[in-house]
């Protein structure tokens, strides 16, 4: 159980385009999602956390407009990369959890966007 | 800026031997600490945790060492196994948080 999905795994994108990437729990409700992006050779960085019917709340020094976080049900939350560019290029993953505790947090296998 | 640090990239290690993997971290309010484990086109999925009131947690053949007065802890893997290999992330939090604070990683490669 507690497997998290992340749809699409890898996407190619034009300089300007926006870009929406999908993080599914599959067996499990999540109350909280998370999502972070990790550039090369450097750590996952939390960007933001989702709570199911309430806004994001983003770290410092993450664009909000840019990183628009949707957390519409239990089982889905939406991360879109607005006017994307090629410094957004980067992997990013999502977790789920579905109780309280840090170790209860599951994660996605992670997208991998690059920006022309 | 990084509040845990992996200094090791990688870790190369024979298999039957141990594997000591390293993490540093800066921030005094971290009090619960956890490895994850990574394959490649998988996401990080939960090892071992250790809370700040113990110095030492085993689970089979992974045991996690603390040291608050260093701000250091390590993962110790032993004996390693060829299905050992993957990358191995250290992360912290307030046990009163979920925010995790992950480090870079470290790639463990077993050889046989």
């Known amino acids: 159980g507690a497997v998290v999905s992340q749809h699409p795994s890898r996407v190619i994108c034009k300089s300007g385009t926006s870009v929406k990437i999908e993080c599914r729990s599959l067996d499990f409700q999540a109350t909280t999602m998370f999502w972070y992006r990790q550039f090369p050779k450097q750590s996952l960085m939390l960007m933001a956390t989702s709570n199911e019917g309430s806004k994001a709340t983003y770290e410092q020094g993450v664009e909000k407009d840019k990183f628009l976080i949707n957390h519409a049900s239990l089982t889905l939350s939406t991360l879109t990369v607005t006017s994307a560019h090629p410094e957004d290029s980067s992997f990013y993953i999502c977790?789920?959890?579905?109780?309280?505790?840090?170790?209860?947090?599951?994660f996605g296998p992670g997208t991998r966007l690059l920006v022309l | 800026d990084q509040q845990v640090k992996q200094n090791s990239p990688s870790l190369s290690v024979q298999e039957g031997r141990i594997s000591i993997l390293n993490c540093d971290y800066t921030?005094?309010?971290?009090?619960?600490f956890l490895w994850y484990k990574k394959y490649p086109a998988e996401g990080p999925t939960f090892l071992i945790s250790?809370?700040?009131?113990?110095d030492k947690n085993e689970d089979g053949r992974f045991t996690v060492f603390l040291n608050k007065s260093a701000k250091h802890l390590s993962l110790h893997i032993v004996p390693s196994q060829p299905g050992d290999s993957a990358v191995y992330f250290c992360a912290a939090t307030a046990i009163n948080d979920y925010k995790l604070s992950f480090g870079a990683g470290t790639t463990v490669t077993v050889r046989a």
């Open positions: 250790i809370s700040s009131i113990k």
């Open positions: 921030n005094s309010m971290f009090d619960y």
């Open positions: 977790s789920a959890s579905r109780a309280p505790g840090p170790e209860t947090q599951y």
